[in-house]
T-cell receptor
Framework: AQKVTQAQTEISVVEKEDVTLDCVYE???????LFWYKQPPSGELVFLIR??????QNEISGRYSWNFQKSTSSFNFTITASQVVDSAVYFC???????????????FGTGTRLTIIP | EAEVAQSPRYKITEKSQAVAFWCDPI?????LYWYRQILGQGPELLVQ????????DSQLPKDRFSAERLKGVDSTLKIQPAELGDSAMYLC??????????FGPGTRLLVL
């Protein structure tokens, strides 16, 4: 079964602190993709990053960085020097079923609500 | 930058009434998805289109929900009759074939 677990329901940190959001996934597929989306209070899901299962290189984009470890089935997201604008719900997601083109499915975790305190 | 458009952004209706949501995907995106997101949870797929064909509607409550994408471009999701439990955010997304899904702003539905 495909599953994404975000054990942290809510996190609060003071502005400028670093924060890491955890994501653990389960899948039997050998080819899959992992995503992070941000959902601000307005409701729109904003795409942040995509990683395929064959690329374990960590990635950094400004204050954001992602650590993908297949050995532990984790895809964690770190925000460095957090800002109030980072306050949102963050979702980790798994895209699977790629062997059948057109039938790929995106499974979301339950999200982590991040609050940055000024 | 191209975006997925949805309307209305908010809808309040009484139970037993009919409601309809509209989605216009990013131009050229063959795959269109409708998701439902209940407060405090992640989105869950209701229906997936590849061009004008439904490829997955296994989670769509077909006794009251219907979806169409007649010309393979924009799409409409309908609920008739609406029930209290349908109150949720309805999100539309589109993607090039099998790739990253881009989401619209969503429609917040409240059924009274």
């Amino acid at each position: 079964a495909q599953k994404v677990t975000q054990a942290q329901t809510e996190i609060s940190v003071v502005e400028k602190e670093d924060v890491t959001l955890d994501c653990v996934y389960e899948t039997r597929d050998t080819t899959y993709y992992l995503f992070w989306y941000k959902q601000p209070p307005s409701g729109e899901l904003v795409f942040l990053i995509r990683r395929n299962s064959f690329d374990e290189q960590n990635e950094i984009s400004g204050r954001y960085s992602w650590n993908f470890q297949k050995s532990t089935s984790s895809f964690n997201f770190t925000i460095t020097a957090s800002q109030v604008v980072d306050s949102a719900v963050y979702f980790c997601a798994l895209l699977w079923g790629g062997a059948n083109f057109g039938n790929e499915k995106l499974t979301f975790g339950t999200g982590t609500r991040l609050t940055i305190i000024p | 930058e191209a975006e997925v458009a949805q309307s209305p952004r908010y809808k309040i209706t009484e139970k037993s009434q009919a409601v309809a949501f509209w989605c216009d995907p990013i131009s050229g995106h063959a795959t269109l998805y409708w998701y439902r997101q209940i407060l405090g949870q992640g989105p869950e797929l209701l229906v997936q289109f590849q061009d004008e064909s439904v490829v997955d509607d296994s989670q769509l409550p077909k006794d009251r929900f219907s979806a169409e994408r007649l010309k393979g471009v924009d799409s409409t999701l309908k609920i008739q009759p609406a029930e209290l439990g349908d109150s949720a955010m309805y999100l539309c997304a589109s993607s090039p074939r099998g790739e990253t899904q881009y989401f619209g702003p969503g429609t917040r539905l409240l059924v009274l």
